[in-house]
């Protein structure tokens, strides 16, 4: 059964840092990409942070770029995200994503690319 598990979330002040994890098995165990995406409520998904697996090509939104790092360990089958320099506006749930089909690089933050979801992990940051 494919499955997605998020850890690593929690609450910090303003120019801390957080590393997310995802854990992955099953089905999500060889993405071929998979990406870090942020909703806070009443709002739309936001890709944040995507990697290509294969050739590790990442990709970022231009609000976490230069502050957010994206990788993979691929003999745990774990993604992360390493959050440096976090501000108050990074607040939301962070949520992992998974695709088994390669996509073009334009793709790769869009949450609709994404078939396979984690039930996502709370980020806080206060000023």
């Known amino acids: 059964q494919a499955q997605l598990v998020e850890s690593g979330g929690g609450s910090v002040e303003a120019g801390g840092s957080l590393r997310l994890s995802c854990a992955t098995s099953?089905?999500?165990?060889?993405?071929?990409?998979m990406g870090w995406f942020r909703q806070g409520l009443g709002q739309g998904r936001e890709g944040v942070a995507a990697?290509?697996?294969?050739?590790?090509?990442?990709v970022y939104a231009d609000s976490v770029k230069g502050r957010f790092s994206i990788s993979r360990d691929n003999t745990n089958n774990t993604l992360y995200l390493q959050m440096n320099s976090l501000q108050p506006e990074d607040t939301d749930m962070y949520y992992c994503a998974a695709r088994k089909v390669a996509l073009p690089r334009h793709w790769l933050l869009s949450s609709t690319s994404y078939t396979h979801w984690g039930q996502g992990t709370q980020v806080s940051v206060s000023s």
């Open positions: 099953g089905y999500t165990s060889d993405s071929a990409i």
């Open positions: 990697i290509s697996i294969g050739d590790d090509d990442t």
